[in-house]
């Protein structure tokens, strides 16, 4: 919160868990199937749109996507609406957090979402009857038969919308189709918004797709080494996740004072893993660096934005 300088009119999490193999015995780690084959622990991760890390939960390796979510929500709305009373929050996340609990929780709090939706028969006949429908609703002949052919050709992407509600959910959700038509066959995706105004094409382009992003930010999460939990307790373990959090947030604070854009990876190679010499004075610390190092320059810019005074060379 304190990285911005005033109040944003709103901010966007993503949601996302990422396994973490395990060696040995440690408690709590499991065995998962599926595309993992390996024992594992999950821990649930919380990035906001710009890479801040603001939750690294450690789970259990048989823990779902959607677990611990709602409780981590709760906290995080209450602590954003304390500082900004007036922010919009928007929560993006895949199908593995379909929840009913959790939509009517965001329904009844003011707070937005756009989350994937796991495919189903019933959706896909909502799909294919709107989009007929939609073609046959065209008035000028030629513009009918070209969203014909479209529809029918080699590869084409339309975008559509409706109501629906699954039998455990305590209403109907605005549910948008994105579909892609190729020479493998139909390819459909969902997800269920509570966002009511843009078309079906923004919302899932231009807020639902973006989450991918937090993919990347995970990848550099582990960069820090994160996967490395190998103390025997789980409590122990959760403690190591915090300190590599801390890591990537302290990294991802550096990086937004370089105007060189460089991968998170290279950043630590350039400026973190650095030989230097630490003297400790009385009222002061210094760090003496080698006459060679390559990005001395950079690193002392950067230094004294936090404050240094300068650096000397060994």
Known sequence: MDCHPKAPKRVVLDFDGSAIETFGLQLNAFYRSGPYQ???YFPLFVFDDKGWLLVAALRPGDHGEVQLALPVLKRL???LRKAWPNVEIVIRADGAFTNSELYRWMDNNRVKYALGLKHNNALLSKTRLGEMKRIRGIDDREQRL?????????????????KYKAESWDRERRVIARCDYTDDGLEVRYIVTNITKPVAKHV?????????LCEGWIKNMKETNCSRLSCSQFKANAFRLLLHALAYSLINQLQS?????????????????????ICEKRQSVQFKMASSYAHAKEFRRCAKSFGARTTVAA
């Open 257 to 277: 004072k370089f105007s060189e854009r460089i991968s998170f990876a290279q950043f630590q190679r350039r400026y973190i893993a650095v030989s230097v010499q």
């Open 204 to 212: 899932y382009e231009q807020i639902y797709c973006r989450r991918a």
């Open 38 to 40: 390996k024992f594992m």
């Open 146 to 162: 070209k969203a014909g052919k479209d529809f029918h050709s080699r590869r084409a992407r339309a975008f559509g919308d409706f």
């Open 77 to 79: 709305v209450k602590m």
